[in-house]
Every structure is written in structure tokens, then in C-alpha cells.
């Protein structure tokens, strides 16, 4: 009981509520379903993307060029759009899928044949992928009168009250939760993260479940490229500019050790729903939003803090790496 | 830390000075190699290239970032990584321009970017070594505290009106064509050479970099070099701060934005193993000059900066890439 208690995703749901629940004893339109289902729904992204991430983090490795694909991604369908409003929608979301599939897996393939550590690979093509989309694009913008109406209605269009673009998160959120528990590739991402000499051991090919991981996360930032472009009708060269920061700051919120091998799909979400929320809320509450960047660095210390704290409890460990270091 | 512990890093070379120093050497060589001929290739593709005071233009390219370089390259080989130092400046250089309304003379604006950068260099080392966060994230997250700050101070708002004199340090010659900055790089990275390979310290940080437990058993204060290592990488920053603020004039929160990646490639790109261990501040110096011409030739042939970075990005993987490949076909 204690431990449930004491888990990371109940500590986090409950940082989430007592927060809503400030905001609200002042601003009490701010619990109003209507707004709550605002904020789920300006995070949808940030959680498909943080979903993409966590499979990357438990297998060890960092993939810091999620954006730019992302970015990418949402170009090239934009100027297909633009070209040939005929095409239909998802035929482009197909291919968002496919190109931001096909950008991860470069990375992967990098990190499994070549043996080149994540940050690099992927330090490496953050700026090709950003550089390839002036390339495509010639620097210019696809404008929201350049895309077709359904191109943009899609996210927006309300199903059972809620946005398509937050099913899509939904579905994702479920997707991720079975592939975790259910699928032989959800177990390996821990068996690599927790202990990449046991995994082999095990018969789990390292490098391959590090593709595989590198893969889903690509193909979510081409999910999330597609959203992106459609939600602001508009494309260009720095959309989402810094944003893998923010993906990895909601993973690490939310319990998702960056030593890998540990964390859940029910904290990667919370952690990103927690920056939603700071982020909705701000305005509301009348601080400028300039605070915004201040408060979520000051919310990752203290989750890698809390992180940290938790990790040391278990087993013995007299010398700070001596673990790894066997 | 986290990213290191795989199972290939682990492999401690039992000849440690024959392979590995002929190794090293063949990499800086091969970044001489490589600085020659985009020297060559840049003379030939532009007349404006081989010009005294195109050329000492060209170095603001790289004396800023190169400053933070040298440090980072310590903090890498230490096995640890740095990546707020993009955000220091940016909070060194508000602190900069808020003194401004109080008069405190160029001495005093020196000094205070100076000791804003040592002061979030010392708040790093403390996350990293007494709280044990693993740096990677600790700095993600401090990255957005410095810069979050910033803009808290700013908004949307800017600082000017630097005093005249205070201008020298990014815009000043020394000599001739020769900027003020160009000869603080040099200062800096002899005296950053020196440290790294002639003083009891810099073997220190070899040896935490190979194996931090080895190094602790070995009675080297594991947390304390580290934490004078962050400190000193606050330091650079700030003097990088220093510069950079003096050059442009004024300060805005977007100041440098995106550059702790650029120093990190040009770290690795010198040669310093990301994984910590191996790695020279002469390779570092030359991977500064290599991006230096690479973005200042491109310029000249109207290139536009972004599709610099795709082959800055594809150095960056190539070079760590070829080694490897290398050693495999070599090998059979």
C-alpha cells in the first residue's frame, strides 16, 4: 500500500491535482471540463512525442532529434498538401508516418551498426534534418490559405466531444501501454535499459531492440509532425525549435530514468500533462508567460532529484557507479 | 553516468600509450589534413577568401564558442557533459546589462558576467556532485532555469548602451588584423593545453573519464575535480559572455541560442571521446578552426547558414563514423 502510495505516477498525479486545484481555487474556470479538455488537448502532442522518447531513454540511448523530424516530417506532407491538395488525407499521414519511420531509423541504424553513441548520432542529425527542410523548402513557409481545408480540419474536428487530435493521443497513450506490457519488444526496451550483458545473455539482440526503439520514436515525431502542421496551419524551417528538450524534460518529470530500464508509459504522460498544465495555466494566473522556461527547468532538477533518490534505494551501492562500472 | 555504461565502453586498453596515442595522433593529423584543404578549397572558390581582414572577420566564428570548448572538452573527458553553457551566457549577459543603470564602469561589468557565469558553473557542479544528478539531464534542466531567467528579466525587452570602453572586448584589435578575442583563444587554449597534459589535474580527469571508480580508489577526489571542472566551464561561459555581449552590443534572452550543441560538436569533432576518457585540446583547437573556415567559406559563397549545418551535422557523424568503419574492415 505505502508503495502505491508512494509511486512515482500517484506522487505526480497528485503534484498535477493539488496544482489544478490552487489554479483553481482562485480561477475556478480553470477545472471547468471544458478547459481541462483544452489543456489535454494542447499536450496531445507532447505526449505522443514523449511516448516516442521513453521507448528510446529505457533502451539507454537519448534521441535529441525528434523535432527536427518532426519538423521535417510536417514539411513534407505541408508542401505535398500544397502541391496536390487532390491527395488524400490519410495518404499523407500515412506518409508522415513513413518518412518520420524511416529518419529514426537512420538514427538506429547509426547506433546499432556503427556502434556511434546516441547523442552524437542523433546531435548530428538534429541539424541535417533542420537543414534538409530549408533544403525541400527553400526557406520558404507553407502558409495556412496554402493547405487544403481538410488537411487542417482533421485535427480539429470534434468526435464525442473531443478533438481528433486528442483520440489521436489517447490511442497512442493505449497503444504504448499495450506494447509495453503485452509485446516482446515493450519487454526487451527494459531488459536493454536494465541490464544490456543480461539482455544478450537472454537472447535479446542489444542493437536491434536500440533500431526498433529509435524507429517508433521516429515515426511518432512524423505522427506529430503531420498534428503539428495542420493544428497552426503554418510550416516552416523552425517550427518546434527546441522542443526535444521539452520531450525529454517530460519523460524525465515523469519517472523515466535516464540510466535506462526504468520508467512507465503513466508517468512519461503525467510528466508531460505537468507541463501542460504550467504552461496553460501561466496566463491564466496572470504571470507572464516569459516565467514559463524558469519553472519547467526548476521542475526537471527537482524530478532528476527525485529521480535519483528513489533509483539509490535499491540494492547497495557503496561507491557511487560502482555498479556500472562491474 | 547512464549513457557510458554500456558494454562496449568499458574495455580498458591494457597498452594504453603505443595504440592509443598513435591513434590520436592520426586524428588530429587527419583534422589538419582536413583544415588544409577547406583552406585550399576556400581560396580557390573565392577571391574575397585570402583577404588580411576577411579572414580576421572570420575568426568571430569560432573564438566564442571555441572559449567554452576548451572547458567542455575537460568536462567530456571527465565523463560528464555540460549543456546549459549556452544559457549561462544568456543569464551572464542580463546580469551584464541590469548593472548597467547602476554605473559600475566596464571593470564592474567584467567582473559581474564573470562571477554570474562562475556562480551557475558552481549551481551545476553542485547538482552533478553533492546531489549526484546525472549531468546530462541536471544541465537540461539548468539550461532552462539560466536562459527561463532571462527572459523572466527581459521578456521581450532588451538591454543597450554598453559604455563605449567596454566595447573592446568584441570589437578590439590587438594588433593589426588581430581581434582581441582571437588572442584571448590562443591564451586560453595554451593555457587549457597545458592544464589538460602538463599538470598533475589534467591526468586527474583522464583518469575519472576511463573509470571513476579506479580513479577514487586511486585517492583522485572524484567529486571535487568535477565540481572545479562545471565551475570552470561557468567561468569560460561568462567570459564568453563577456565577449559576446561586448561584440553585439546588447543583450536579448535569445542570446546564443542553440550554441551548446555547436560547442558540443566542435568538441567531438577535436577528437574528444563523448564518452569520456581520451581526447586533446590541440584536436579541439583545430576542430574550432575547421568550422570556423567551413562557416566562413560557405559564407563568402552565399551559403545560407542552415545548410552549413547539414554539413557541419554530417562531419560531425563521418568523422566519428570513418574510425570505426575503419578498424572494422581492418579487422576483417
Redesign the interface.
Known amino acids: 500500500m505505502k508503495r502505491i502510495l508512494l509511486s512515482r505516477e500517484i506522487m505526480l498525479a497528485f503534484a498535477i491535482v493539488l496544482l489544478t486545484g490552487g489554479i483553481a481555487l482562485r480561477f475556478p474556470g480553470f477545472i471547468a471540463p471544458n478547459n481541462i479538455a483544452l489543456v489535454f488537448n494542447d499536450t496531445s502532442i507532447l505526449i505522443i512525442l514523449a511516448l516516442g522518447q521513453m521507448a528510446v531513454i529505457l533502451t539507454?540511448?537519448?534521441d535529441?532529434s525528434m523535432a527536427s523530424n518532426l519538423a521535417l516530417s510536417g514539411m513534407v506532407v505541408a508542401m505535398i498538401n500544397a502541391a496536390f491538395p487532390g491527395v488524400p488525407i490519410p495518404a499523407l499521414i500515412g506518409l508522415a508516418i513513413i518518412v518520420g519511420t524511416i529518419l529514426g531509423a537512420v538514427n538506429g541504424l547509426?547506433v546499432w551498426k556503427?556502434?556511434?553513441?546516441?547523442?552524437?548520432?542523433t546531435?548530428?542529425?538534429?541539424?541535417?534534418y533542420?537543414?534538409?527542410i530549408?533544403?525541400i523548402s527553400d526557406?520558404a513557409w507553407v502558409n495556412s490559405h496554402e493547405m487544403s481545408a481538410a488537411f487542417k480540419a482533421l485535427p480539429r474536428s470534434v468526435i464525442a466531444g473531443l478533438p481528433v487530435l486528442s483520440w489521436v493521443a489517447i490511442a497512442t497513450i493505449g497503444l504504448a501501454f499495450f506494447a509495453i506490457r503485452r509485446l516482446p519488444l515493450g519487454r526487451s526496451l527494459y531488459a536493454v535499459g536494465g541490464d544490456?550483458?543480461a539482455a544478450?545473455y537472454t537472447g535479446i539482440d542489444?542493437g536491434k531492440t536500440r533500431f526498433m526503439a529509435f524507429s517508433i520514436a521516429g515515426g511518432l515525431s512524423g505522427l506529430a509532425g503531420y498534428l503539428w502542421v495542420s493544428r497552426y496551419a503554418v510550416s516552416y524551417?523552425d517550427i518546434a525549435g527546441?522542443f526535444e528538450?521539452s520531450i525529454?524534460?517530460a519523460c524525465?518529470i515523469g519517472g523515466v530514468?535516464?540510466?535506462?530500464g526504468i520508467g512507465s508509459v503513466g508517468g512519461a504522460v503525467l510528466g508531460a500533462l505537468f507541463l501542460g498544465v504550467i504552461n496553460n495555466a501561466l496566463p491564466v494566473i496572470n504571470v507572464?508567460p516569459?516565467?514559463?522556461?524558469?519553472?519547467?527547468?526548476?521542475?526537471?532538477?527537482v524530478a532528476?532529484?527525485l529521480n535519483?533518490r528513489s533509483e539509490?534505494t535499491k540494492g547497495r551501492i557503496i561507491?557511487?557507479?560502482?555498479e556500472?562500472?562491474v | 553516468m547512464s549513457l557510458q555504461d554500456d558494454i562496449k565502453t568499458r574495455i580498458i586498453p591494457d597498452r594504453l600509450n603505443s595504440r592509443l596515442s598513435g591513434y590520436l595522433k592520426s586524428w588530429e593529423s587527419l583534422l589538419v589534413a582536413v583544415a588544409v584543404a577547406v583552406f585550399i578549397i576556400n581560396s580557390l572558390s573565392s577571391p574575397y577568401f585570402l583577404d588580411a581582414w576577411n579572414l580576421s572577420d572570420a575568426t568571430f566564428n569560432f573564438t566564442e564558442k571555441g572559449l567554452i570548448a576548451l572547458a567542455m572538452a575537460l568536462v567530456i573527458i571527465s565523463g560528464e557533459i555540460d549543456l546549459s553553457v549556452a544559457g549561462i551566457i544568456a543569464l551572464a549577459s542580463t546580469a551584464m546589462g541590469y548593472a548597467l543603470q547602476f554605473d559600475v564602469g566596464t571593470v564592474g561589468l567584467v567582473a559581474i558576467g564573470l562571477s554570474v557565469g562562475a556562480l551557475c558553473g558552481l549551481f551545476n557542479g553542485v547538482l552533478v556532485t553533492v546531489m549526484g544528478l546525472p549531468s546530462i539531464v541536471a544541465t537540461i534542466g539548468t539550461m532552462s532555469l539560466f536562459r527561463g531567467l532571462s527572459f523572466v528579466v527581459l521578456g521581450d525587452k532588451a538591454f543597450n548602451g554598453y559604455p563605449t570602453s567596454f566595447a573592446f572586448f568584441g570589437q578590439g584589435y590587438v594588433f593589426w588584423v588581430i581581434t582581441f578575442e582571437l588572442v584571448l583563444f590562443a591564451a586560453m587554449a595554451v593555457l587549457f593545453g597545458i592544464l589538460l597534459s602538463k599538470t598533475n589535474f589534467g591526468r586527474t580527469i583522464y583518469a575519472i573519464g576511463n573509470n571513476p571508480t579506479a580513479a577514487l580508489f586511486s585517492g583522485i577526489r572524484v567529486d571535487r575535480v568535477k565540481m572545479i571542472l562545471f565551475l570552470l566551464t561557468g567561468l569560460m561561459s561568462g567570459l564568453a559572455a563577456v565577449c559576446l555581449t561586448s561584440r553585439l552590443g546588447s543583450t536579448r534572452p535569445s542570446i546564443a541560442t542553440g550554441w551548446e550543441l555547436e560547442i558540443i560538436t566542435m568538441v567531438v569533432l577535436g577528437g574528444i571521446n563523448i564518452l569520456g576518457g581520451s581526447g586533446t585540446i590541440v584536436g579541439v583547437v583545430l576542430a574550432a578552426l575547421v568550422i570556423g573556415m567551413v562557416t566562413f567559406g560557405f559564407g563568402l559563397l552565399n551559403i545560407p547558414g542552415i545548410v552549413m549545418s547539414i554539413f557541419i551535422g554530417l562531419l560531425l557523424i563521418l568523422v566519428i563514423a570513418l574510425p570505426i568503419v575503419y578498424r572494422r574492415v581492418r579487422k576483417g
Open positions: 539507454r540511448c537519448i535529441l547509426l556503427l556502434d556511434i553513441p546516441p547523442i552524437v548520432v546531435l548530428g542529425t538534429l541539424t541535417i533542420r537543414g534538409l530549408f533544403v526557406g544490456p550483458h544478450v542489444v524551417v527546441g528538450l525529454i524534460a524525465v530514468s535516464i540510466a535506462g507572464s516569459f516565467w514559463q522556461m524558469a519553472i519547467s527547468g526548476t521542475a526537471i532538477i532528476v532529484a535519483v539509490r561507491l557511487k557507479r560502482a556500472a562500472a
